[in-house]
């Protein structure tokens, strides 16, 4: 027997949703702020901020961008009220976060109140995209 192929169609969507399009270009914005850190530490040969140039790298860029592709892949979890909950955690945590810890590490340990804080609040975002993902996705098939 002869076996005969099928030509499917598949349709492509080329539209990101809204909500992926915002978590990746804020994803941007933030890659340039860490390479601009990074390339600030690196001309003054001063590395005491490599742990803010770190966070805002991996939250910031790597993160949100991650969110952002996920949003726009199911668009349904980047509809949903868990995904505006991690919106706002999200960018209200890190840039208290990078100022804070770079306030801390040139000697400010005041700001240690806030760093803390800051550190949760990034957590409690974390663990919503989580519950959003397990929630919104449930067993869907390929």
């Given at each position: 027997m002869q076996a005969t192929q099928q030509t499917i169609p598949v349709q492509l969507t080329t539209r990101f949703s809204s909500t992926g399009a915002i978590w990746i270009k804020l994803g941007v914005l933030?890659?340039?702020v860490g390479v601009?850190?990074?390339i600030m530490m690196g001309a003054?040969?001063?590395f005491t901020l490599r742990p803010v140039h770190a966070h805002i790298n991996l939250l910031g860029w790597a993160t949100m961008a991650l969110?952002?592709?996920?949003?726009?892949?199911?668009?349904?979890?980047?509809r949903s009220k868990l995904a505006q909950i991690h919106f706002w955690?999200?960018?209200?945590s890190l840039p208290v976060m990078?100022?804070?810890l770079a306030l801390i590490l040139t000697g400010t340990r005041q700001a240690l109140p806030a760093l803390v804080i800051s550190e949760m609040l990034a957590a409690l975002g974390i663990i919503t995209f989580a519950i959003?993902?397990?929630l919104n996705l449930g067993n869907r098939q390929a």
């Open positions: 933030y890659l340039l601009g850190l990074g003054s040969e001063d969110a952002g592709l996920t949003y726009a892949v199911f668009p349904e979890a980047g955690l999200a960018n209200v990078a100022v804070s959003n993902l397990f």
